[in-house]
């Protein structure tokens, strides 16, 4: 089997979400949005040097997939024998946009962000996309929406075949100290 070399990127810090629990750098826009020309000049460098290599492109941000180029980049990056792209996202963009993309990523990373998302389009995106990448889902348990997770997660259990699920336990400030879970939550996290 051929090696493969990991790209994870985190592109951008811009998102239209502001959980609480994350932290501030992740969704200030203090980076602005990628030249795209420069992105591909870097992807093209890295393909050139691990060309003997599968290579995979784990994209994010913020919430990268509403950088409008983001679809260019991954037409480019398809464009070789050898790469694969996923993304990292809160599935928050349209179903319209997921449908126009959903042949060209190889994998979806969904975070589920309970002060935000909406669990009907969250699930819809999960059936629209799940047949045509690896799709996982990260349910961010917050302990205020802990309920509405379980919920999600029986869901998309019942109704959704062929993707992962993980239930995250959050740390206060990204850091190392858990937020407040009662025990029975912490059970059902484990």
């Excluded at 870097?42 to 994010?60: R, S, W």
């Excluded at 180029?69 to 050898?82: G, H, R, Y």
Aim: charged residues 25%; negative net charge.
């Amino acid at each position: 089997a051929k090696k493969t070399f990991v790209v994870n990127w985190c592109m951008l810090n811009i998102c239209n979400y502001k959980c609480s629990y994350c932290p501030e750098y992740l969704h200030s826009g203090s980076t602005g949005w990628p030249n795209l020309d420069e992105v591909e000049q870097f992807c093209t460098n890295v393909i050139e040097h691990h060309g003997d290599k599968n290579i995979y492109f784990d994209l994010t941000g913020g919430e990268v997939t509403f950088w409008k180029e983001f679809p260019d980049l991954v037409m480019f990056l398809k464009s070789f024998d050898n790469v694969f792209v996923g993304a990292i996202s809160n599935g928050s963009n349209s179903l319209e946009w997921w449908d126009k993309i959903k042949e060209h990523l190889d994998h979806a990373c969904l975070s589920f962000q309970p002060e935000f998302a909406k669990r009907k389009h969250y699930i819809d995106l999960t059936k629209l996309i799940n047949n045509h990448m690896r799709t996982h889902v990260n349910l961010m348990m917050h302990p205020d929406y802990f309920d509405l997770c379980l919920n999600v997660v029986e869901e998309l259990v019942t109704d959704v075949p062929n993707i992962s699920v993980a239930l995250q336990p959050l740390l206060v400030g990204f850091k190392d100290e858990l937020y407040k879970y009662t025990d029975k939550q912490l059970e059902i996290i484990d």
